[in-house]
């Protein structure tokens, strides 16, 4: 992270004030599932420095709360590094990383059978690390895509699949 602000710092000192501020653009996303006793709540805002046509780099954060009833209940929280390459206008090729801090609790019985004692309930607390790759279609301000997580842990139980599509918006 030193590294990355180092690099943004040296690259936007040369240039005054007016001139940076019209190069940094504001976006983000937001999730909500909610269904039959379940509910996932993701905000997610970022900013990116656009140093050409071609580049930007950017920051973000992100906090995502899940429930779902009697069964498993998580909190996420962290933040991330963004790099944007756009080859062509309409092509959008991405590199993310990722960390999150993530709380769990979930029933026992479902997912560790096997397990004897200690109550039905099981607490994890960790980091979690992901390295995503990825390409999308860009239209104005909005990029439709899909991206993959070189990193991928099925049994960090922090995402379902390595393969995620995405929305990525910035203004």
């Given amino acids: 992270m030193a590294i990355l602000s180092c690099l943004l710092f040296t690259a936007v000192n040369a240039q005054d004030d007016r001139d940076f501020w019209s190069r940094v653009r504001f976006g983000g996303g937001f999730g909500l599932g909610i269904g039959s006793g379940y509910t996932d709540i993701t905000i997610a805002p ?8 071609y580049v930007a780099l950017g ?17 996420l929280y962290g933040g991330s590094v963004v790099g944007l390459f756009n ?62 997580n070189v990193l ?3 049994d960090d139980m922090v995402y379902s699949n390595s393969w995620m599509p995405f929305v990525r918006v910035y203004f």
């Fill in 59 to 75: 920051v973000g954060v992100e906090g995502t709360y899940i429930n779902q009833d009697n069964f498993y209940k998580a909190w």
């Fill in 87 to 148: 080859p062509i206008e309409e092509i959008q090729l991405s590199a993310e990383l990722e960390q999150l801090r993530v709380n769990q609790e979930f029933d026992r019985d479902y997912f560790d059978p096997l397990v004897d004692g200690g109550g039905t309930s099981r607490h994890r607390d960790f980091w979690n690390t992901a390295l995503f790759l990825g390409a999308g279609y860009r239209m104005d301000y909005v990029t439709i895509g899909v991206r993959y």
């Fill in 46 to 53: 970022g900013a990116i420095y656009q140093f050409n046509d």
């Fill in 152 to 154: 991928y842990d099925e």
